[in-house]
């Protein structure tokens, strides 16, 4: 039992009608932003091997706030992936703005059409959180995913990448980073401690905040709007940003 979830849940309660409320009056501020667009790419660094790359997940894998995938999160990626590992790389997205991670098992996983892959990255966890999914049904649903994708490709790494930080999400109300932020942190906590003992599954635990990746990318952490691009997804500039640190953490597990 996941005390912090139910003692959330007790505090959340009372605030639902008014996170009701603020949620319908966020949406109507919050520019609605197409995914992006052309979700495969190539990178040809002119090396001897190619490698291939499945990018799985919601809104922000959509590359919703930006162009083109190849100027975004996985392109980004590949780039970074191509460089380290002096390869070229294949590259695919199958993602849907507003899915949960059951949702992807039922709708995307069946329509993959690679037969084999290399390297799987997966970036879920808001929309779990947004439909106040609890732990124990989040678990179940990554524990389902992983499980469809390592019947598919039994040798091939999978990656999960950090939580959306919905804490600091300037479009949000406190009430809702408060508690919907408190919930995307636990399943994500939750997602660490799952994972513990599967084999070639791994997870980028940080929890990103806007101070500390200032300071870390020398950034103007006073204009939070450098960030996003709608105030809820990632700006070109934080596609790019992350697509490389998932890059150097797979780098870095893979050693």
């Not at 912090?4 to 501020?29: D, E, H, S, T, W």
């Not at 991670?101 to 039922?106: I, Y």
Request: hydrophobic fraction near 35%.
């Amino acid at each position: 039992m996941n005390f912090k979830y139910y003692l959330g849940v007790i505090v959340a309660v009372p605030l639902l009608p008014l996170m009701y409320f603020q949620g319908k009056n966020i949406r109507k501020k919050v520019p609605k932003l197409p995914e992006a667009k052309e979700p495969k790419g190539f990178v040809n660094g002119n090396f001897n091997k190619t490698i291939n790359i499945l990018s799985i997940g919601e809104s922000t894998i959509a590359g919703v706030g930006i162009d083109f995938h190849k100027n975004g999160f996985t392109g980004t990626l590949a780039t970074t992936l191509s460089t380290e590992l002096k390869s070229n790389v294949n590259w695919r997205v199958y993602a849907k703005s507003g899915y949960t991670v059951k949702q992807v098992c039922e709708k995307i996983i069946p329509k993959i059409e690679e037969t084999a892959t290399d390297i799987i990255v997966i970036g879920m966890g808001g929309n779990d959180a947004f439909t106040l999914n609890s732990p124990k049904k989040w678990i179940s649903d990554i524990n389902n995913l992983i499980d469809l994708l390592q019947n598919k490709y039994p040798n091939t790494p999978i990656f999960f990448t950090n939580m959306p930080p919905i804490k600091e999400f300037p479009a949000f109300t406190k009430t809702i980073k408060f508690v919907i932020g408190n919930l995307v942190e636990i399943l994500g906590k939750e997602l660490k401690k799952s994972i513990q003992h599967k084999e070639n599954v791994f997870y980028y635990d940080e929890i990103i905040t806007l101070k500390e990746w200032s300071k870390k990318h020398s950034l103007n952490s006073s204009n939070s709007t450098i960030y996003f691009s709608d105030g809820v997804h990632p700006s070109k500039l934080t596609y790019q940003i992350w697509g490389k640190e998932i890059g150097e953490f797979i780098i870095k597990t893979k050693k």
